[in-house]
């Protein structure tokens, strides 16, 4: 192994790395946003009190849940590449092939997949909170969306916390699968690099150690905003 | 949708499945074996033994699948001269071994977090019991704590059996053709993503029907009497 490959500037991929895993971090932090959003409309759909509802959640959730992740990327890349074009020489009378951006894609599809386990947490969650606390607020006249922000929400959001903190581990490693499709990130940077040193076995060693690095630090700050959301809350 | 392109693409890709099972049930069956050890040694009292395979666990939990893989097939190659001197180049040059060898050791590093829960939840009164008759460990472990870990751990190794078929999906990125690989090969032929999602989605779904409906089958039968007593407290609920 040659470490001087991974010196920083033009004569080693040190940077190049460095900066692909922030566009691991990018698209992990777009597709965990983009997931919890999904999932938080699954479990508004699940809890729903009609059954048209409840059943599309759940057909999401089995759905994202029984296919492979690697599955649906392809099927947006090019899928969402065909659909692009047709609309491309609809409109606008553009003829070719006009390609779905890799970051929009990778977003879409990786939170997407997030949403569907986000949908659980965040349904576990919700039903946590005791019933009671939601008939006081109706008995006092709190309107719907009053008893959302102050009732629900504060005590959702840090039973959701470990589960969440789950989530984001599972999204931030099924973003290597994005390399895929090209999207300059841990994974693709590695292939690159690799390819013109031929040391695959050290690009890839620096690539898991920069996702251990991620999946480490992140879990430390899970942890952290897990003792603060839990002040003032009497354990066992 | 073009029905006809389904039709013409399904038996293409059902000839996928035996490859995608073969993974997954290779896999499975030696990395359970891996994980029970990894499981003993996590619960050794030796600090050093349960260190080695908490940091196994850890890294193994903590980088993605496709890593592994990677560092498994391509990383091999820089040390090829060294792997032909000790005569293991045919395993490694094999994207087969190099796929099933990575999701073993992945699958062994989460199950044994399984089972790790298991045996932990059997409960100390009962291994004293067996102790107390004279039990040796190994007869105890056998008789005991397997049986009740194993009970313990099943809806959490379903889980595991699913997320395995899953990610055997990633064995396409190293030229094997299984369900993934077989569809991206037509999608990228003909163009038409969707009828070729419909039918794979549809394979990989089956699937994990099957595997959810034994795992629930094998569950009701371990442990019959934990379902019949649920029947009985249903019947009679209060102080009974």
């Known amino acids: ?236 | 949708m073009n029905f006809e392109l389904m039709l013409e693409s399904f038996p293409k890709l059902i000839k996928g499945v035996p490859e995608t099972l073969f993974l997954v049930l290779t896999s499975l069956a030696i990395g359970f074996i891996l994980a029970v050890i990894f499981a003993q040694m996590r619960l050794s009292k030796n600090r050093a033994v349960s260190g080695i395979a908490a940091l196994y666990v850890f890294l193994f939990r903590s980088t993605p699948l496709l890593v592994q893989i990677f560092l498994i097939y391509y990383g091999s190659g820089q040390f090829r001269l060294f792997l032909k001197d000790i005569g293991l180049w045919v395993f490694f040059r094999d994207p087969h071994f190099c796929a099933i060898l990575a999701l073993t050791l992945n699958t062994a590093a989460y199950t044994c977090e399984i089972i790790r829960g298991g045996i932990q939840s059997v409960e100390w009164g009962q291994i004293e019991a067996g102790r107390a008759i004279g039990m040796s460990p190994y007869k105890l472990f056998q008789r005991i704590i397997f049986p009740v870990a194993i009970r313990q751990a099943l809806p959490g190794y379903s889980n595991e059996v699913i997320l395995i078929i899953k990610s055997s999906s990633l064995a396409s990125t190293i030229t094997i053709l299984e369900v993934t690989g077989i569809a991206k090969k037509i999608i990228a032929a003909t163009y038409s993503p969707i009828e070729v999602f419909v039918i794979s989605g549809a394979l990989y779904l089956c699937m994990n029907f099957i595997v959810t409906r034994i795992f629930e089958f094998t569950e009701k039968r371990m442990s019959p009497r934990l379902y019949r007593k649920k029947q009985k407290k249903a019947m009679a609920p209060a102080g009974a």
């Open chain 1, 1 to 236: 192994m040659n470490f001087s490959l991974l010196i920083f500037g033009d004569a080693g991929w040190g940077d190049e790395m460095l900066m692909a895993a922030l566009m691991t971090l990018a698209v992990s932090a777009a597709a965990y946003f983009l997931g919890i959003v999904f999932g938080s409309i699954s479990a508004a759909f699940k809890l729903s009190r009609f059954l048209a509802f409840r059943l599309l959640a759940d057909f999401y959730t089995t759905l994202v849940r029984g296919i492979p992740e690697l599955l649906l990327i392809y099927l947006v890349f090019f899928g969402g590449g065909i659909f692009l074009s047709k609309i491309g020489s609809f409109f606008l009378g553009r003829e070719g092939f006009i390609d779905l951006p890799v970051f929009v894609t990778g977003m879409v599809c990786i939170g997407f997949s997030s949403g569907a386990y986000c949908s659980e947490v965040i349904r576990g969650a919700v039903q946590a909170v005791p019933r009671g606390q939601i008939e006081a607020g109706v008995a006092i006249g709190m309107s719907p969306f009053k008893r959302f922000l102050r009732i629900l929400l504060p005590q959702v959001m840090r039973y959701a916390l470990p589960g969440l903190g789950n989530v984001w581990q599972l999204t931030l490693k099924h973003t290597s699968l994005i390399s895929v499709i090209g999207l300059v990130e841990i994974m693709r940077q590695s292939a690159v690099a690799s390819g013109s040193t031929k040391e695959p076995f050290t690009f890839y060693m620096v690539a898991g150690l920069l996702y251990l690095g991620l999946t480490t630090i992140s879990n430390r700050g899970f942890s952290m905003v897990e003792i603060w959301a839990n002040k003032g809350v009497r354990t066992v």
